[in-house]
Nanobody, 129 residues
Framework: VQLQASGGGLVQAGGSLRLSCAAS????????MGWFRQAPGKEREFVAA????????YYADSVKGRFTVSRDNAKNTVYLQMNSLTPEDTAVYYC???????????????????????WGQGTLVTVSS
C-alpha cells in the first residue's frame, strides 16, 4: 500500500484544514488507518485513528473535540478534519495503515507506531498565531 498525504498548509489560529490521505491498491478497506504528527524537535505522536469500516474512531486527548477522522473506502481515502487550530498543532502530519487489528484495540494500541505497516510521506501544517 502506498499512501499520499495532502492538504497541509499555512492557516491562522482558530482556522481549519482538511487533510487527505489517498491509498493505492484495492485493499484499502482491509486497513485501519491512523494519523500522526511530528513537530520540530519532538517525537512523532498519535493524533487519530479509524477502523476499517469507519465505525469506530480514536483520538488523542489534545485533539478530541477539534479533529475528526473519517474515511471513504470507495475512494481509498482517509481524511482528517482539523478545526480550532492552534500554534501547538503545527507539525508534519503523517497517515499510516495498519493491517492487523484486534477486538481489544484501544487508543493506546492505535497510538503505537510499531503496529502500523505503511506510512505516507507527510504533509506540513503550520498554524500562525
Amino acid at each position: 500500500v502506498q499512501l499520499q498525504a495532502s492538504g497541509g498548509g499555512l492557516v491562522q489560529a482558530g482556522g481549519s484544514l482538511r487533510l487527505s490521505c489517498a491509498a493505492s491498491g484495492r485493499t484499502f478497506s482491509s486497513y485501519a488507518m491512523g494519523w500522526f504528527r511530528q513537530a520540530p524537535g519532538k517525537e512523532r505522536e498519535f493524533v487519530a485513528a479509524i477502523v476499517r469500516s469507519g465505525g469506530t474512531t480514536y483520538y488523542a486527548d489534545s485533539v478530541k473535540g477539534r479533529f475528526t477522522v473519517s474515511r471513504d473506502n470507495a475512494k481509498n481515502t482517509v481524511y482528517l478534519q482539523m478545526n480550532s487550530l492552534t500554534p501547538e498543532d503545527t507539525a508534519v502530519y503523517y497517515c499510516a495503515a495498519r493491517r492487523r487489528t484486534s477486538v481489544v484495540d484501544d487508543t493506546t494500541r492505535f497510538a503505537d507506531t510499531r503496529r502500523y505497516d505503511y506510512w505516507g510521506q507527510g504533509t506540513l501544517v503550520t498554524v500562525s498565531s
